[in-house]
Structure formats: structure tokens, C-alpha cells
């Protein structure tokens, strides 16, 4: 089956009040797709990173009360999780399809990376489009764009990473809910696959 991509009633999903209609929806709508993504993008990913990436979609199994504002499928090189290394992401909030890598505040990978920010601040303000966007919490879903990351904003990033238990970071693309290319699952894979690519240099900086 060809990956189909993601329309207005997918985003929908969370506008859906309480918790257990939205999950109900969440896994009736979102999860296949994003099943189905995992699974076709697992050979690209193993294949660029040089390693076996095991595809993860989000249970939000831990939530009793409050309904999930965002979604995802996470790729990383543990069959058993992800959220202990630094991984790969494309995930959904209301407003906006993102395509990113993370590390979240499990990883103890944070201070590896936080050591590559600093070291290679110009490098990695060269690196990436000035549409990209950066961001210190999965949950938040908002962010800094990269055209307005200088170094001064970087370098706090990096000292965050390090200092703050819960600090994170995720980095990488952001596509607005209406955005047609959606809807045309053909071309997103071909963005989804440009993102990763662009953003596997910061991966490999991470380990």
C-alpha cells in the first residue's frame, strides 16, 4: 500500500475534547498512517544512518486525564525505545506537520550534543535552512526559527542541554496543516527523506 499522507480531518483529531474520544480518534485516524510511515521509512533511515532503525509509534500509553496535543512516530537504533537515544521524528500538532531530530530529556546523549553545539556553533548555523525551527520541549508547539539562531541564542541552548534536568532540543521542519503537499504522500516521503538527510549530520554529532 502506498503512503496516502495526511488531510484536514487527520489534524481534526485534536480539536476532539476529552481524552478518551481524542485517543479513540487518534488511533482510528493518526496511528495507521504513522504505522505505515514508520515501516516505509525504516529502510531509508538504517540505510543513512548505517545502522538498523527501529520504527516507534507514540501509545501515550502514561496519560490519564489530559488528551494528547500532538502525535508521532519515532525512529531510532534500539527495537526496544527510543526516547534513551537520539532519534528521528515526524509527528503532528493542530497546527503543523514536524519532521525533526530529538533528543529528549531521557537521553543522557544531551551533553554530547551540547558539547557539538558549542564547538561547532558557526558550522551548524551554516548547516541548516533558515526555515527549520528549534525547540527546548517536544510538547511546545512553538520554537525558534534557525534564521534567528545566532550564536548567542545556541550557546544558551547548549548550556540548557547541560544544566537542566528536563532541557531537550528538536530541530528540523515544520509544514503547516493546510500545506496540499500533504495530501500527496509521493512527495512528502521525498521531504521527509531531504529533512533526515539534511539533518543527519547533527544525529552523528550526538553519539
Partial sequence: ?????????????????????RMEALIARIRPKLTELGDELAPFLSAMCGEEMFPHVAKHARRSVHAP???????????????????FQVGMFHS???????????????????????????????????DYFWSTDHLDPHGTAQADM????????????????????TVGLRIDSG?????????????IERTFETLLPLYRMSF
Avoid at 107 to 128: C, D, H, P, W, Y
Avoid at 179 to 191: I, S, Y
Fill in 96 to 130: 503543523h506537520l514536524f519532521i525533526v531530530f530529538a533528543i529528549i530529556y531521557e537521553s543522557s546523549n544531551k551533553t554530547v550534543f551540547a558539547q557539538a553545539l558549542n564547538g561547532r556553533n558557526e558550522e551548524i548555523r551554516r548547516m541548516l535552512p533558515g
Fill in 69 to 87: 496535543n500532538d502525535t508521532w512516530v519515532a525512529w531510532g537504533p534500539n527495537k526496544r525505545g527510543y526516547k534513551a537515544l537520539p532519534h
Fill in 150 to 169: 545566532d550564536a548567542a541564542r545556541l550557546e544558551e541552548l547548549a548550556r540548557r542541554l547541560k544544566e537542566v534536568k528536563k532541557a531537550e532540543v
Fill in 1 to 21: 500500500m502506498t503512503f496516502q499522507g495526511f488531510d484536514q480531518n487527520d489534524f481534526a483529531v485534536f480539536t476532539v475534547e476529552g481524552l478518551e474520544p
Fill in 179 to 191: 500545506d496540499p503537499l500533504l495530501e500527496d504522500g509521493a512527495k512528502l516521503l521525498e521531504v
